[in-house]
């Protein structure tokens, strides 16, 4: 790799509005070039997910739920999926990465109740998302 060039993760689940968008958000304030991508995306990045991030100073506003299928033709150091096993059909990136991993979140969009009940499991799920984003990040971005 050369010298100063970031290292490429993508982070891939079903819909790309919650969790995949929270770990790009977490991986590129850890110095990955990170993108998120789904295999059904869904229309807009989940406001919850951006009203969890923008607490802690990182801003997903901008971004947009978008198709695996725009990241077959590019090469990724890591290749990243974070949806819940046991409910879903975890995507299968068939495109070059050097490392392929999962790492299994619950989909906070699945959350019923009052606002407050909400957005506390959606903080759940970004915490989560958090120590797994510094402990690949500690594993693979500074090797």
Known sequence: MEPNKKKKILILCTGN????????GFAKEAGW???SAGTK????????????????GIDI?????????????????????VCDN??????IFIGISEHQIHYGFKDPADTTGSEKEITEVYRKVRDEIRVWMDTISGDYLNN
């Open 17 to 24: 509005s919650c969790r995949s968008q929270i770990a790009e």
């Open 86 to 91: 046991a409910k879903e059909t975890c995507p």
């Open 41 to 56: 995306p869904e229309i807009e990045t989940n406001p919850f997910a951006i009203k969890v991030m923008a607490e802690l």
């Open 33 to 35: 070039e990170s993108y």
């Open 61 to 81: 506003s901008y971004h947009t739920p978008k198709s695996i299928h725009e990241y077959l033709d590019e090469k990724f150091f890591l290749v990243a999926t």
